[in-house]
Nanobody, 122 residues
Framework: QVQLVESGGGLVQAGGSLRLSCAAS????????MGWFRQAPGKEREFVAT????????YYADSVKGRFTISRDNAKNTVYLQMNSLKPEDTAVYYC???????????????WGQGTQVTVSS
């Protein structure tokens, strides 16, 4: 089992920045690829970013490419999502996920956190 706890969400103005964190406990964090997803009201959960367990591979949704950066610190069992140039359409609940796949791009990932709300005002 892997337990995931997100933090760092909040209210920010358009153009601002936030950094989300996801702390993992349980099985060895470094064995898992990690991903960030988001779900806006009335919409399906969508992929945002993912990072390979060795940090060698990262991949982003087109909607956030160039604005968001995913990173991980295996010594701290934590994955981060740095979000810059935020837009109102980035408003959503953000979830982190873990899976023993190469990367995590599917909503069928094995482990999920409870989510953290990000609200971007115009």
């Amino acid at each position: 089992q892997v337990q995931l706890v997100e933090s760092g969400g909040g209210l920010v103005q358009a153009g601002g920045s936030l950094r989300l964190s996801c702390a993992a406990s349980g099985r060895s964090f470094s064995n898992y690829a990690m991903g960030w997803f988001r779900q806006a009201p009335g919409k399906e959960r969508e992929f945002v970013a993912t990072i390979h367990r060795s940090r060698a591979i990262t991949y982003y949704a087109d909607s956030v490419k160039g604005r968001f950066t995913i990173s991980r610190d295996n010594a701290k069992n934590t994955v981060y999502l740095q979000m810059n140039s935020l837009k109102p359409e980035d408003t959503a609940v953000y979830y982190c996920a873990a899976d023993d796949a190469v990367v995590v791009t599917s909503t069928k990932a094995e482990y999920w956190g409870q989510g953290t709300q990000v609200t971007v005002s115009s």
